[in-house]
Structure formats: structure tokens, C-alpha cells
């Protein structure tokens, strides 16, 4: 059936072996031959049409799937490289950084804190504005090689 509802006639020419086929399905339901014939081509090309998007649907979820996991993989092991860093950065500060004496460690600790939280808050408003301090640290030296070049 067309969009509009009307049909179109067409004349086919079926293989005797077929033409029985048809008859015998058509004695069996009593519904008329070219509407058996019409469901059967139907059925016949819709199908293998909806077969064929479903697995280009199919095929596209497995690359995305492959993609995905890809870029998983990738960012995991880009955040253990982060983690790695941070920790090794830590270690040398710690190292060759003077102990804090004694009786300064009280109010040493109480500013830590503080700027800590500051830290924090300054870490958090750049990722909230999308400000890396990487890009600065780029213009700081492409200034100075400017400079130097000069």
C-alpha cells in the first residue's frame, strides 16, 4: 500500500512452482491470490530492508562501543600518569623542604589549613571557568623566549 492509501496495480509473472505455492495458501486461508502475493513481496523486502538497518544500527553501537572503551582506557591511564606526578611533586617538596620547628608547627598548621582551602577554591573556580595556569605558564615562556630572541 502507498502513503496514500491506494495501491498499485502491476502485472508479475510467477514460476509454476510458485503459482502453486501461492494457490495452496490461498485454498488454505481463503484470502485472494494477489493479496497472498502482495504480503509475500511485502514481508520479502521490508524485512530484508529493516534487517539491513538494524545491522547498520548494530554495527554502529559496536564501533561506538569500541570507541568509548578506547577513550576509557586512555583517560584511566592518563589519571594514574596525574596521580603519579602529583605524588612524585609531593615526595621532592616534602624532601627538601626544612622540618617547621616545634613551637611554630601550631600556627604553621592553622595557615596550612588555610591556604589549603584557598587552594582548593582557586583549583575548583578554574575548572569551573575552564582557566588552566598551564596556559599561563605557555605565555610566560613564549614571552620570555621573545625576549631572548630580542
Known amino acids: 500500500m502507498s502513503r496514500n492509501g491506494q495501491r498499485i496495480q502491476l502485472t508479475v509473472r510467477l514460476d509454476p512452482d510458485v503459482y502453486q505455492a501461492a494457490k495452496e495458501v490461498e485454498r488454505r486461508t481463503f484470502a485472494p491470490l494477489s493479496r497472498i502475493i502482495a504480503d509475500a513481496a511485502r514481508e520479502t523486502l521490508l524485512s530484508a530492508q529493516q534487517a539491513t538497518i538494524s545491522q547498520q544500527l548494530q554495527d554502529l553501537s559496536n564501533r561506538l562501543l569500541q570507541r568509548l572503551t578506547t577513550i576509557e582506557r586512555a583517560l584511566g591511564s592518563e589519571i594514574v600518569a596525574v596521580k603519579e606526578l602529583t605524588a612524585l611533586w609531593a615526595r621532592s617538596y616534602f624532601n627538601h623542604t626544612p622540618a617547621i620547628p616545634e613551637p611554630e608547627r601550631t600556627v604553621a598548621s592553622l595557615?596550612?589549613?588555610?591556604?589549603?582551602?584557598?587552594l582548593v577554591e582557586f583549583f575548583n573556580r578554574n575548572l569551573q571557568q575552564g582557566v588552566s595556569i598551564l596556559n599561563e605558564l605557555e605565555s610566560n615562556n613564549a614571552a620570555e623566549q621573545r625576549s631572548s630572541d630580542e
Not at 595557615?111 to 584557598?118: C, E, L, P, W, Y
Request: aromatic share 12%; charged share 40%; hydrophobic share 25%.
Open 111 to 118: 595557615s596550612g589549613r588555610k591556604r589549603f582551602v584557598q
